[in-house]
């Protein structure tokens, strides 16, 4: 193991976790928090600026997600470990985790040694993906109980939050409106939304989504 300690973001827009769990990673040997941020902007800012080893970010943000972030740094950059803290640590948002690229997932109802370990564990394999709930999760998805979104999905539901309708979904995804109109009811299904407004708050609160735009609703 290497002497240099870990080097870590810590990103959650509630000051008093930031300094919890800042006070927690800094009592390890092998670790240092480097940075702290309140928001997507100065996660972002602040990666740029100090290059940390790990970011360890909560999933709901002011002006945006952690996806937003994962889904930014994983972009460009496969050596960064990644973790996601959340309150609300459903298959979704495990699943919308790993998808993004993330290293880990942990619940911050967890105790804080898993955020320890989930940070040691993306310092080392940061596309290697670990959740305590991951296995039933996995379990739940083959038995179809799971409600994650496919890559098709998420593509509709994007242009459902910018307001198009399935005929120009579907001529903005090359597919014909009826089969559209089948993916949009899929994830009505799904996220057990009866309309596009309830689709969008339900995927804006699980993380699937990092804003709504005002479209039509």
Known sequence: MSDTPTRILLVDDHELIRSGLSMVLDLEDDMDVVATAGSVAEALASYEEHQPDVVVADLQLQDGTGLDIVRTIRKDNDATGLIVLTMHSGDDQIFAAMQAGASGFVGKDAPSSEVVKAARHAAI????????????????RASGESTSLTEREHDVLLLLADGLGAAAIGERLYLSESTAKSHIARIYQKLGAANRAQALVT????????????GES
């Not at 394999?125 to 739940?140: E, K, N, T, V």
């Not at 995927?203 to 005002?214: D, E, F, K, T, V």
């Open 125 to 140: 394999s940061p596309r290697a993906f670990i959740c305590a709930g991951l296995a039933g999760a996995m379990m739940r």
């Open 203 to 214: 995927a804006m609160r699980i993380g699937l989504l990092s804003s709504i735009q005002p």
